[in-house]
Protein backbone atom coordinates (compact mmCIF):
# COMPACT_ATOMS: atom_id res chain seq x y z
CA UNK A 1 0.00 0.00 0.00
CA UNK A 2 1.46 2.95 -0.97
CA UNK A 3 1.32 6.26 0.59
CA UNK A 4 -0.49 9.37 -0.44
CA UNK A 5 1.14 12.38 -1.22
CA UNK A 6 -1.25 14.67 0.58
CA UNK A 7 -3.71 14.20 3.24
CA UNK A 8 -6.10 15.46 0.62
CA UNK A 9 -5.50 12.73 -1.54
CA UNK A 10 -6.60 9.95 1.23
CA UNK A 11 -9.72 11.83 1.56
CA UNK A 12 -10.68 12.13 -2.18
CA UNK A 13 -9.83 8.37 -2.62
CA UNK A 14 -12.25 7.44 0.38
CA UNK A 15 -15.35 9.21 -1.30
CA UNK A 16 -17.76 7.43 -3.32
CA UNK A 17 -17.87 7.76 -7.07
CA UNK A 18 -20.69 10.55 -7.79
CA UNK A 19 -18.61 13.07 -5.39
CA UNK A 20 -14.77 12.29 -6.66
CA UNK A 21 -16.26 14.38 -10.22
CA UNK A 22 -15.40 17.68 -9.38
CA UNK A 23 -18.75 19.05 -11.40
CA UNK A 24 -20.84 16.91 -9.19
CA UNK A 25 -18.97 18.14 -5.89
CA UNK A 26 -19.22 21.80 -7.06
CA UNK A 27 -23.15 21.23 -7.52
CA UNK A 28 -23.31 19.51 -4.16
CA UNK A 29 -21.66 22.46 -2.62
CA UNK A 30 -23.01 24.89 -4.36
CA UNK A 31 -26.85 23.31 -3.45
CA UNK A 32 -26.02 23.08 0.17
CA UNK A 33 -24.95 26.60 -0.02
CA UNK A 34 -28.15 28.35 -1.56
CA UNK A 35 -30.49 25.99 0.50
CA UNK A 36 -28.56 26.44 4.37
CA UNK A 37 -25.81 29.22 3.93
CA UNK A 38 -27.45 31.75 1.60
CA UNK A 39 -28.92 34.76 3.07
CA UNK A 40 -32.43 34.27 0.81
CA UNK A 41 -32.00 30.46 1.97
CA UNK A 42 -35.07 28.17 1.46
CA UNK A 43 -35.84 28.39 5.33
CA UNK A 44 -35.25 32.13 4.75
CA UNK A 45 -38.09 31.78 2.29
CA UNK A 46 -40.07 29.57 4.25
CA UNK A 47 -39.54 31.92 7.42
CA UNK A 48 -40.87 34.56 5.10
CA UNK A 49 -43.59 33.10 3.71
CA UNK A 50 -44.99 31.98 6.98
CA UNK A 51 -44.89 35.15 8.58
CA UNK A 52 -46.92 36.76 5.50
CA UNK A 53 -49.84 34.27 5.54
CA UNK A 54 -49.76 35.53 9.47
CA UNK A 55 -49.86 38.99 8.71
CA UNK A 56 -52.87 38.31 6.13
CA UNK A 57 -54.68 36.86 8.51
CA UNK A 58 -54.21 39.36 10.73
CA UNK A 59 -55.56 41.88 8.34
CA UNK A 60 -58.52 39.79 7.71
CA UNK A 61 -59.29 39.67 11.48
CA UNK A 62 -58.58 43.51 12.17
CA UNK A 63 -60.60 44.44 8.96
CA UNK A 64 -63.84 42.77 10.36
CA UNK A 65 -62.69 44.41 13.95
CA UNK A 66 -62.59 47.45 12.37
CA UNK A 67 -66.14 46.99 10.65
CA UNK A 68 -67.42 45.87 13.73
CA UNK A 69 -66.07 48.69 15.65
CA UNK A 70 -67.71 51.25 12.39
CA UNK A 71 -71.26 49.82 13.20
CA UNK A 72 -70.71 49.64 17.06
CA UNK A 73 -69.66 53.65 16.58
CA UNK A 74 -72.81 54.54 14.14
CA UNK A 75 -75.58 52.58 16.71
CA UNK A 76 -73.86 54.63 19.40
CA UNK A 77 -74.71 57.70 17.95
CA UNK A 78 -78.35 56.63 17.42
CA UNK A 79 -78.72 55.55 20.68
CA UNK A 80 -76.73 57.72 23.28
CA UNK A 81 -79.70 58.51 25.63
CA UNK A 82 -80.19 54.46 25.81
CA UNK A 83 -76.29 53.99 26.52
CA UNK A 84 -76.03 56.10 29.16
CA UNK A 85 -79.64 55.20 31.14
CA UNK A 86 -78.37 51.50 30.83
CA UNK A 87 -74.87 51.72 31.51
CA UNK A 88 -74.83 55.13 34.19
CA UNK A 89 -78.53 55.03 35.54
CA UNK A 90 -79.09 58.32 33.70
CA UNK A 91 -82.85 59.42 34.43
CA UNK A 92 -84.14 62.92 33.67
CA UNK A 93 -85.53 65.06 36.74
CA UNK A 94 -89.41 64.49 36.58
CA UNK A 95 -89.01 60.45 36.42
CA UNK A 96 -87.88 57.70 38.51
CA UNK A 97 -85.69 54.71 37.71
CA UNK A 98 -86.13 51.00 39.04
CA UNK A 99 -83.46 48.73 38.34
CA UNK A 100 -83.95 45.21 37.67
CA UNK A 101 -81.33 42.54 38.15
CA UNK A 102 -81.48 39.39 36.01
CA UNK A 103 -80.03 36.31 37.38
CA UNK A 104 -78.03 34.79 34.86
Same mark, same amino acid.
Given at each position: ????????? #????? +???? +?????? +?? =? %? &?????? %??? *???? +? /??? /? !?? /?? #???? =??? *?????? %??????????? *???????????????? !?? #? *??? &????????
Amino acid at each position: MALSSTPWQ #ALWNR +LPAP +LQNRYY +LT =L %V &VFLFIM %VFL *DRHS +L /WTQ /W !KL /WR #AQKQ =LEE *DRTFYQ %VKIKEAREEAE *DFELTKEKFAREHYYM !KR #A *DED &VFIIQEEK
